[in-house]
């Protein structure tokens, strides 16, 4: 993770944050993105996180939409998430900050 962190602060300008040994959050240009370094827990495409005010409300909207939850919710350093693929196959998320 940390040459990951230095490698796209570098190039892109972004501000690391790292969470433990295996997640970093990098933010610059209007731009939040998460890089997972745990293989275990890595999406196979990039993934979409969007931010919302209330986890358990968006929750109920994306099931009420058709979305199917694939992960979570999990605690993490910062927040807390959860996965889901909506109606076309797409896996995202939506998380909260605590």
Known sequence: MPATAEFLESVCGWSPTVYGTSFTSLMGGGVDVGIQGDIDEQSPAPLLVIRVA??????QRVEEAGGVVTFGPIDFPGGCRFHFREPGGNELAMWVAR
């Open 54 to 59: 209330d986890l358990d409300e968006a929750r």
